[in-house]
């Protein structure tokens, strides 16, 4: 069964877009509320790092803040998509450079 707004109509660009705000914002005011974050260290897919737990739960909360506030359904891209733009707006999000896939070059 289709039950994303996005899906059923997708001509609606107004509301979608007023709904990815709103998602961005409510990210955003949930990044605010936790101490300096870190990105997932050496291993970014590793489901138990505090990042990824914490974007799982953020991500099922705002579904239902939309359903809640906007009777609105967005899609799992939309949620995943609002929150990655509020990671990279937050000056809650640390970025340490020697983690993730770029590594610097041995000069050997």
């Not at 007023?18 to 870190?38: C, I, K, S």
């Amino acid at each position: 069964m289709i039950d994303f707004d996005l899906w059923i109509d997708p001509d609606d660009r107004k509301r979608h877009r007023l709904v990815e705000r709103a998602l961005e914002e409510y990210f955003m005011q949930r990044l605010a509320d936790y101490p300096h974050l870190r990105l997932p260290g050496p291993d970014p897919y590793d489901y138990d790092a505090p990042f990824n737990r914490l974007y799982t739960t953020l991500v099922e909360r705002a579904r239902e803040y939309c359903l809640r506030e906007y009777c609105y359904s967005p899609t799992p891209m939309q949620l995943s998509r609002a929150f990655y733009r509020a990671v990279a707006r937050s000056n809650k999000v640390i970025l340490d450079s020697h983690h993730g896939d770029s590594h610097p070059s041995d000069p050997d």
